[in-house]
């Protein structure tokens, strides 16, 4: 799933009108899960070096 994906899928849940908070509420979302994705894959990786 890319970011896009990702945002299109958010604004799927939510009912009413936008604002940019949920936006910026979806993007911190976004980030934090692809930098746990990120730091999970660094410590595969370490494991796999030692």
Known sequence: MNETEFL???KSQITGHM???DII???TAWGSI???QGYTNG???KEDIE
Do not use: P, R, V
């Open 8 to 10: 299109d899928y958010c």
């Open 19 to 21: 604002t940019e908070e």
């Open 25 to 27: 509420t979806m993007l």
């Open 34 to 36: 692809k930098y746990s």
């Open 43 to 45: 410590l595969n990786e």
